[in-house]
Structure formats: structure tokens, C-alpha cells
């Protein structure tokens, strides 16, 4: 079962655990035979994941909602380019 310790920073973004980082890094690579591959895995798990920021209102002031479910998977990847 996934790491999914997550605790709110300053700016409001959730942060994950490296041991979260880890598995979802791992979920996305796990069947790549090199970097090139593993780019491409964790590429994939962002576009199947990441719901694009979009644009509200809230009491009639426009804002934009972030960060948007998925973003876990933009994480994960920076995780992985730093080498985990």
C-alpha cells in the first residue's frame, strides 16, 4: 500500500514523504529498461494523473484552483531527476 503521509506547507502545496516520493517514482518506472523509458513512464503517470489547473469564482472574484489532484506525480518526478 502507498506511503501517502502528506503534510501542507507555508504556501498551501502538500508535500510528500521521500518514502511517498519513492513509490510513486517506482510505480512509474517499474517496467523501464533505461532513463529514456523512465522519462516517458513518468510523463505518462502525469498526463493519466494531473487534472489541469482551472479557473473559478468565489464570492464573483475570479482565482485559479492549484494544486490540482495528480500533482503528486510532478513531485515524484522532480524526485526522481534529483536521484531520488
Known amino acids: 500500500m502507498r506511503n501517502t503521509r502528506r503534510r501542507k506547507g507555508q504556501t498551501g502545496f502538500v508535500r510528500l514523504s521521500k518514502a511517498c516520493l519513492d513509490e510513486l517514482v517506482?510505480?512509474?518506472?517499474?517496467?523501464?529498461?533505461?532513463?529514456?523509458?523512465?522519462?516517458?513512464?513518468?510523463?505518462?503517470m502525469i498526463e493519466d494523473n494531473?487534472?489541469?489547473?482551472?479557473?473559478?469564482?468565489?464570492?464573483?472574484?475570479?482565482?485559479t484552483v492549484?494544486?490540482?489532484?495528480?500533482?503528486?506525480?510532478?513531485a515524484a518526478y522532480r524526485h526522481w531527476?534529483?536521484?531520488?
Open 66 to 74: 492549484v494544486p490540482p489532484a495528480g500533482s503528486e506525480w510532478i
Open 26 to 44: 517506482e510505480e512509474a518506472i517499474v517496467d523501464c529498461y533505461n532513463e529514456s523509458e523512465q522519462v516517458t513512464g513518468l510523463y505518462t
Open 50 to 63: 494531473l487534472a489541469v489547473p482551472f479557473g473559478t469564482a468565489v464570492l464573483g472574484v475570479p482565482v
Open 81 to 84: 531527476l534529483r536521484g531520488g
